[in-house]
């Protein structure tokens, strides 16, 4: 609150308005003025956000804070605003237009419910640019651009706003009496408010429609429309909601990576490009992610790079693995040292790579995958022979702990110590399991 | 073990970042997941818009009202940012906006690397005012040049971009961990800002107008011609006429090289393999890494050309910055460019292939 309230928001030195005469906006401009007197809110607490067109002239008639952006995007703003500072009243200004351009965001400041007021100046044509038809233009009505009548049906802005769950929504006219009332309930509203205000274009809309006061009246009734209070719920702003949310999480730690310390030691003295080849569900990424761990435990330096399709748990599963005595410049595999085959998609997908692969490369491949078009040596994953029951659903890390017995990269034990450090207790103990036939 | 998406995330939350708006996109979905959860957890806000525009908007909105925001997308995220970007720079907000370029054109291969977007985000939206675009090579330098970022977008009150790609945020690699915590040796860059401190709005504040029309220094539209030039030429100068302060480059320079080789981003780190390779054995070669895409640090290139009659320049485009620095250089030295848009990253065999011509 401030003393003295100032008698007007509106600034007396830019007046009159630049409207055309007989324009409706300077009548909401004072409602709104009038609206902020009643709340006697000082100007420095209220941000006035304008959309694009003649109510974006608005912004300079008002001794408050404001903002004026880009057609359409007038409630992102405002929503942006009153998340940064809950504490300022964000009044959007808008027309008909700015709703049809922002649409999506009018529909989704509604569901999210945050605490901003929208006017909707809706005069039923585009008026700055000519008397264009908008998406509330009425069917068959004249404007520049529906010469002999307009076809589409008008869009219902405050049904809209209503049926995607907006907390509190009205329709009026310029001309309604309590206007400033009306403002100031949407305003004291906690949540998403929005007042479908209908009104004149002097300049456009009302001469080549014979569209005035009583015919905008009828018309309304026509459409079985009706103005006042159109919904008022107690739904939590998003503002409500955040603030549980932040509540709820402030006692979590914050994000860290993940710290390995080099406990074990490598005589790999070049660097080794692993491909791993298999399918979703196979836990192929999480075994390349072993490899990449058990090497930076082992003091190497790793690249871990996945490749999936965008589905999950279904077709391929490929992890890239470099595991160098030296930083890893360059992280693709465009000729593997080591491919693993492990499913008929992998095995499909990494088709290019095998063929770039030479005689001193290796492919190994699970039962039934054998018989790769490449010069690589190939040999059977020949995982030991308890390991039977484990193979349908740990093959991967049984290829993980296979590749790490065959080829000398790091210890086992490095192998089972990533399994510890980097794993939930319960899969963990799983693989520890499935490795411990190797020993 | 970390990647990219998580090294940008910590240093946007380190830099003080409390805002962050974005809308899920393939390769930078995982800062947007890092961020939303993150946030809350100090006090501040995560968003996933309805698309890029309610989510830049609602950060130029946030920062309007005082936030240090941050957004993340790839390139079809940066088409709708494009008008957005426009009227950050018109009302001098402070704006971070990380760029995982994917493999365009339109939705081009949404899980393969390409820099097509270098161009793209300096011109990005009308008018052709500067912005500033960092590059980083790997997972230590996207952590500080995004704490950078910050400080430049505090600095100009200017949207700046994080160049990065799909290959750098989504690969994990191991790091050793004094590179993630100690910043590298680069200059600082001053925290008085050029020009108007923000102004964010506040109770009992000074009465403040932001507006995307051309306008006075006190925010209310004008056409008067003479105010109008002052405050663009301003928007130009700022950052021009810094560019010395922001420019950054490593340049590994070797007495004697005929070949510079220049580079940026995730193909930077071919270039390095190949220079050490060359070097190895006991070929002259010098190497450019630039750091600072935009505004284009022409005097820092210029000082690595003494002696050069040939300069490589390895980038997955179809060699936009060559372009760049072809205007920058004598016609005596030869240009070359090693280039990819297939998906795969260019390798260190190309880049050597192309030196020994």
């Known amino acids: 609150m401030v003393e003295p309230v100032p008698d007007t928001y509106i600034t007396e030195e830019n007046l009159p308005y630049e409207f055309c005469p007989g324009c409706s906006h300077g009548k909401v401009l004072g409602a709104l003025s009038e609206s902020l007197k009643q709340q006697e809110l000082d100007p420095s607490e209220v941000v006035i956000v304008t959309d694009i067109g003649c109510v974006g002239l608005s912004d300079k008639y008002f001794i408050t804070h404001a903002f004026h952006g880009l057609h359409g995007r007038a409630i992102t703003y405002a929503s942006g605003i009153k998340m940064q500072n809950p504490d300022l009243n964000v009044v959007v200004l808008i027309g ?23 006017l909707v100046f809706n005069n039923f044509n585009f008026g700055m640019t000519g008397g264009q038809q908008s998406v509330t233009t009425p069917l068959a009505s004249i404007t520049a651009t529906s010469s002999i009548g307009s076809i589409d049906a008008p869009m219902d802005i405050a049904g809209t706003a209503k049926v995607n769950g907006g907390g509190f929504i009205a329709r009026a006219t310029a001309f309604d009496k309590d206007l400033p009332g009306m403002i100031t309930k949407a305003m004291n509203h906690n949540g998403f408010s929005l007042i479908d205000i209908w009104e004149l274009c002097t300049a456009y809309f009302v001469p080549k429609n014979d569209f005035g006061r009583k015919e905008m009246m009828d018309y309304m009734g026509t459409l079985n429309m009706s103005s006042g209070i159109l919904q008022e719920t107690d739904r939590p702003s998003f503002q409500t909601s955040y603030n549980h949310i932040q509540e709820q999480t402030k006692s979590q730690k914050p994000m860290s990576g993940l710290v390995l310390e080099t406990k074990f030691s490598s005589e790999l003295d070049k660097p080794l490009r692993i491909v791993l080849a298999g399918a979703a569900g196979q836990k192929v990424i999480s075994a390349g992610n072993l490899l990449a761990s058990a090497a930076t435990l082992s003091g190497l330096w790793t690249s871990r790079r996945a490749d999936f399709p965008i589905t999950i748990q279904t077709g391929f599963s490929v992890a890239e693995i470099v595991i160098s005595p030296e930083p890893v410049l360059y992280s693709g595999i465009v000729k593997p040292d080591i491919a693993a085959l492990m499913a008929p998609e992998g095995k499909a997908k990494i088709t290019r790579l095998m063929n770039a692969m030479e005689e001193t490369d290796t492919i190994y491949y699970a039962k039934g995958l054998g018989d790769v078009d490449s010069k690589a040596k190939q040999l059977p994953l020949n995982f030991p ?30 192998l089972k110590e990533a399994v510890r450090q980097i794993q939930k207790p319960k899969i963990a103990e799983i693989n520890l399991g499935v490795l411990s036939h190797f020993e | ?53 309610s989510s830049i908007g609602h950060c130029i909105g946030a920062a309007s009202a005082g936030a240090t925001v941050f957004t993340a997308t790839s390139g079809p995220g940066l088409s709708l940012y494009s008008e957005n970007i426009g009227l950050a720079i018109m009302m001098e907000i402070p704006l971070v906006i990380a760029i995982s370029q994917r493999l365009g054109p339109s939705t081009g291969a949404a899980t393969a690397s390409a820099q097509g977007d270098i161009q793209f985000m300096r011109w990005c939206t009308s008018g052709g005012y500067p912005v500033i675009v960092l590059a980083p090579t790997n997972i230590p330098e996207s952590y500080h040049l995004t704490k950078r970022a910050f400080k430049l977008a505090k600095r100009f009150r200017n949207p700046v971009f994080i160049a990065t790609d799909k290959d750098t945020v989504m690969t994990t690699e191991s790091v050793p961990v004094d590179e993630m915590i100690n910043a590298p040796d680069w200059p600082e860059i001053p925290t008085e800002p050029v020009g108007k401190p923000l102004d964010p709005y506040q109770i009992n504040g000074t009465i403040h107008h932001y ?78 890494t630039v750091y600072s895409l935009w505004p284009i640090p022409e005097k820092k290139i210029q000082d690595c050309l003494r002696g050069i009659k040939r300069i490589i320049i390895p980038e997955m485009n179809h060699g936009q910055y060559r372009h760049e620095i072809e205007r920058l250089v004598n016609r005596d030295i030869e240009l070359i460019g090693v280039n990819r848009v297939d998906t795969i990253l260019i390798t260190p065999e190309e880049i050597m292939e192309t030196y020994h011509g």
């Open chain 1, 96 to 118: 008909d237009g700015g709703c049809g351009i922002g649409g999506h965001h009018l529909l989704n400041a509604a569901r999210v419910n945050t605490d901003v007021t929208v």
């Open chain 1, 385 to 414: 022979d308890s390991t039977i029951k484990d193979v349908r659903k740990n093959i991967a890390v049984l290829t993980a702990g296979y590749l790490t017995r065959q080829l000398n990269m790091f210890p086992f034990e490095a």
């Open chain 2, 1 to 53: 073990m970390v990647d990219g998406a998580a090294a940008i995330a910590r240093g946007a939350l380190d830099a003080g970042c409390n805002f962050y708006a974005g809308y899920p996109i393939t390769p930078a979905s995982g800062i947007l997941a890092h961020m939303l959860r993150e946030l809350p957890k100090v006090g501040g806000i995560g968003f996933q818009g309805e698309d890029e525009i």
């Open chain 2, 211 to 288: 507006t995307g029309s051309s306008h006075t220094e006190e925010g209310y539209i004008t056409k008067d011609p003479d105010i109008i030039a002052q405050f663009n030429e301003r928007l130009k100068n700022k950052i021009e006429s810094h560019i010395d302060e922001i420019s950054l480059v490593k340049a590994d320079l070797q007495e004697g090289a005929d070949t510079l080789i220049i580079s940026y981003g995730v193909s930077a780190r071919s270039m390095e393999a190949v220079v050490i390779q060359l070097r190895s054995q006991g070929e002259k070669v010098s190497a450019l």
